[in-house]
């Protein structure tokens, strides 16, 4: 869990990425690139968890890294819409923006809870389009990274959340061991909504198998970015037996 912490201070305020970095790097096969912690850190593009307030030079830390995207998980969501709220979205989108990020990713609360809340999903919906809109105008691609709870009832939230969803605005950092673990189908998924998804986060790799999911994105010739979480060794020989990368 990340607490906020008080922080007095005159610069302008935005978050705190936690030691949750990502580094990507260059790999054989051009279309999918891969990202692990400490691989490459002079030349990588960094993924950062972002949750506390904190001065908006925070994000110029850990060796001065350049973002790949700047993801915002937070212990309790927006009462109404379900997702950061508005301001903390706003402000991590201009950071993040400045510090050359390509995408700004949102964690929210599932809608679904033994049952869909459509009201509820609804506004969140509206919310992440919004949100879109403004990561746009900071030249930032917005992506929603789902938890178990939007997989639910057999994927019932993401798949309605992605006909609701304005495709130019939000698009998806695929959690597929969460899918997996909610009863969901995530080769289903990927392979519904491959022009959606330009982020596969695999974690887990030990209790989930991703070999079918692999095989579906080289057939389908996904490209985006891959990340192993959390970072080893092991994991990596895992993405390149399974992905080939």
Known sequence: MLRKKA???RTRRTFLPTPFVYAASAVAQPAVRVGAQGEGLARAKAWRYAGAIVP???LDSAAGLPLLAVEIRLPVYDAKTGLPPRELIERAAIAAAKRGAERLILNGRPCYDGRLDRDA???KTIALN???RLCMSHRLGLRYRNGRGEFGGNALE???MMKRANPQLVGVAF???ECKRAGADMVNFLARHLNRIDCLIVRDWQTVD???LAAESKARGWSGWL???PPSAEGRRYLTQQFGV
């Open 210 to 212: 991703f070999k079918l």
């Open 158 to 160: 993401m798949e309605e």
């Open 56 to 58: 908006h030079d925070a």
């Open 121 to 123: 999903l609804t506004t």
């Open 130 to 132: 919004t949100a879109g």
């Open 175 to 177: 959690d597929a061991a």
């Open 7 to 9: 922080v007095t201070t």
């Open 227 to 229: 990340v192993q979480s």
